[in-house]
């Protein structure tokens, strides 16, 4: 028999082209193990607030690894949401989920430095949400693997000009995956 295929108006359906579904908080907030702070401004380009949301973790002493994802969507279309945060956060390691402009939106530096400018704002918020300001790593699907790469090794793009005011820390990151990458 040939199983019948799958039904596109299902939610859960992957290949249903609605938006995804951001993910559900714990039902009771007393027993979380993390908590989200959402669409956090990491900068500010013109009029376009970019925004990370933050999944920290809860009852850590010191501070603790951070994890930057950035989304899929083949530099066209993606976002932030769903993020992954919620599977790292309670095993001690937070995450931020970062939106960067789209190519439609900004040609290419555009998404390298928004980046860039993400890792910047999370060296610089480090004290403010206990993270470890030299452990930041830059995981990403597709584009968003190509951009947690260049973040991390490319020495030239760090060259090239920039909407995002110029700092004196670090813009990359101590580790990359790149999972997907174009």
């Given amino acids: 028999p040939v199983a019948a295929p799958p039904d596109a108006s299902d939610p859960d359906n992957p290949a249903n082209p609605t938006e995804p579904k951001p ?24 009029s376009q607030a970019l925004r990370l949301d933050m999944y920290l973790p809860r009852k850590i002493s010191g501070t603790v690894p951070v994890v930057l994802y950035l989304h899929s969507g083949g530099w066209f279309s993606g976002s932030k949401m769903p993020c992954p945060g919620a599977s790292l956060a309670p095993l001690g390691i937070a995450m931020a989920c970062a939106d960067y402009r789209l190519y439609t939106a900004a040609p290419f530096p555009a998404q390298h430095h928004d980046v860039r400018a993400a890792v910047l704002w999370l060296r610089k918020n480090a004290t403010r949400y206990r993270l470890a300001r030299d452990r930041i790593r ?31 820390a670090s813009p990359r990151g101590q580790g990359v995956v790149d999972q997907l990458a174009p």
Avoid: I
């Fill in 23 to 46: 993910p559900s908080p714990p039902v009771d907030p007393d027993e979380a193990t993390y908590d989200v702070l959402s669409d956090l401004v990491y900068a500010q380009v013109k």
């Fill in 138 to 168: 830059v995981f990403g699907d597709s584009p968003g693997g190509y951009l947690a790469a260049m973040v991390c090794t490319a020495d030239e793009v760090d060259k090239l000009p920039s909407p995002h005011a110029r700092a004196p």
